[in-house]
C-alpha cells in the first residue's frame, strides 16, 4: 500500500458549481478523517468516520458540505453551490484503530471563482 | 476553531544549526505529534509523543512531551537543506481528532 491516496490533486470551479473530492485511505485503517487548510494555517477539522460511520462533524461543516464512506473503505468529500471562502486544501487522513497518528495524503487543492 | 500556539512562527538558518520550536496549549491533550509540510503537499509525520515526560528520537529530530500535557517542543540537529518546510503540532485528545497549530517555517541557507 503507498499511503493515502486524494483525487483530484487540484480542482478550479466556478462559484456555485458543485464538487466532490475522493480519498482512499490506507487499507487496514479503519478510521478516516476530513481536514481543512487555508493559507498560512494548520489543517482544521471537518470530520471523520470509523468504518461506515460518520462518526463527528464540526461546525466548519455547512449543510452544503457532506462526506460519505459507503463500504469503510474510500470517501468522498461533496461542496454544494461552491463559494469563494471554499477556496483550500481539503486534506484526508487515516488511522488504525485506537491510534492518534493520522497519516494524511498529498490533498486536493480547490480554487472557486 | 482551536489551535495550538505554535513559536517561533518562522526561523532563518545557516545549515548545520540546530533549531528548536515549541508549541502550547491551554487544554491538556492525551497525543503529541509534529508533521513537516512542502508546499503543495499533505503533512507528513514525524514524530509521535503519546506520555507525559516523554522524550523522543528520530534521527536527528527530538521531541518531548511535557510534563503538564499542555506543551511539547521539537528540535532538529545539524540541519541541512532538506529540512526547509513548515513544521506542525499536533496535539489529540480522547477521540483522536487533531488540533494543529500555525506552523513554523523553515529557511535553512546552505
Known amino acids: 500500500d503507498t499511503g493515502v491516496s486524494q483525487d483530484p490533486r487540484h480542482k478550479i470551479t466556478k462559484r456555485g458549481q458543485n464538487v466532490t473530492f475522493r480519498c482512499d485511505p490506507i487499507?487496514?485503517?479503519?478510521?478516516l478523517y476530513w481536514y481543512r487548510q487555508t493559507l498560512g494555517q494548520g489543517p482544521e477539522f471537518l470530520t471523520y468516520f470509523q468504518n461506515e460511520a460518520q462518526l463527528e462533524k464540526s461546525r466548519l461543516l455547512s449543510d452544503r458540505f457532506s462526506a460519505e464512506r459507503p463500504k469503510g473503505s474510500f470517501s468522498t468529500l461533496e461542496i454544494q453551490r461552491t463559494e469563494q471562502g471554499d477556496s483550500a486544501m481539503y486534506l484526508c487522513?487515516?488511522?488504525?484503530?485506537?491510534?492518534?497518528?493520522?497519516?494524511f495524503g498529498q490533498g486536493t487543492r480547490l480554487t472557486v471563482v | 476553531g482551536q489551535q495550538l500556539n505554535q513559536s517561533p512562527q518562522s526561523m532563518f538558518i545557516q545549515e548545520g544549526e540546530d533549531v528548536s520550536m515549541n508549541c502550547t496549549s491551554s487544554?491538556?491533550?492525551?497525543?503529541w505529534l509534529w508533521y513537516k509540510q512542502d508546499p503543495g503537499e499533505g503533512p507528513v509525520l514525524l514524530i509521535a509523543l503519546y506520555k507525559a515526560g516523554e522524550l523522543t528520537s528520530n534521527g536527528r529530530l527530538t521531541a518531548q512531551f511535557g510534563i503538564t500535557r499542555k506543551d511539547s517542543f521539537l528540535n532538529i540537529s545539524a540541519s541541512i537543506p532538506s529540512d526547509v518546510g513548515i513544521y506542525f503540532c499536533?496535539?489529540?485528545?480522547?477521540?483522536?481528532?487533531?488540533?494543529f497549530g500555525k506552523g513554523t517555517l523553515l529557511t535553512v541557507n546552505p
Open positions: 499536533a496535539g489529540g485528545g480522547s477521540n483522536y481528532k487533531l488540533t
Open positions: 487544554s491538556i491533550f492525551n497525543t
Open positions: 487499507s487496514e485503517h479503519n478510521r
Open positions: 487522513a487515516s488511522s488504525l484503530p485506537l491510534e492518534t497518528e493520522a497519516f
